[in-house]
């Protein structure tokens, strides 16, 4: 039995760097579609260089925020995106989970809109 060692594993290109942590990408086979999976060394995360589905790609969360800041919703944006609303919704959630509560400073004044809301129950 063959035992695999370290050196055998190469860098691909020196061009090929991970979206994620600009780590450097190795070779780690192929995809059912017999497309070149890439992984990264430094934090382990796989991908591949051109996916199929765009639900897939790692630059997608921007144009997400980007037209949710817009006031497109939720269907609108899959249709423009070609994605499903599935994903979408997913892909929204993660994206709030990573938002950072903002620093406030003590003794400056900051403006909000009000909202105020009254369920009252139906006399008849």
Same mark, same amino acid.
């Given at each position: 039995m063959a035992s695999l060692?370290?050196?055998?594993?190469?860098?691909?290109? #020196?061009?090929?760097? $991970?979206?994620?942590?600009?780590?450097?990408?190795?070779?780690?086979? #192929?995809?059912?579609?017999? #497309?070149?999976?890439?992984? $990264?060394?430094? $934090?382990? #995360?796989?991908?591949?260089?051109?996916?199929?589905y765009k639900g897939y790609n790692p630059s997608l969360n921007q144009n997400i925020i980007? *037209?949710?800041k817009e006031g497109?919703?939720?269907?609108?944006?899959?249709?423009?995106?070609?994605?499903?609303?599935?994903? *979408?919704?997913?892909?929204?959630k993660k994206i709030a989970t990573e938002i950072k509560e903002p620093l406030l400073v003590h003794g400056k004044t900051y403006e909000v809109d009000e909202l105020r809301t009254f369920i009252k129950k139906k006399v008849n």
């Open positions: 060692s370290t050196t055998s594993i190469k860098p691909v290109e #020196k061009s090929a760097y $991970c979206p994620y942590c600009i780590g450097k990408l190795y070779k780690h086979g #192929k995809t059912r579609e017999d #497309k070149q999976r890439f992984r $990264c060394r430094d $934090c382990g #995360k796989t991908h591949i260089r051109n996916y199929s980007a *037209l949710t497109v919703g939720i269907r609108g944006t899959a249709r423009l995106l070609r994605i499903s609303t599935t994903t *979408l919704i997913a892909r929204i």
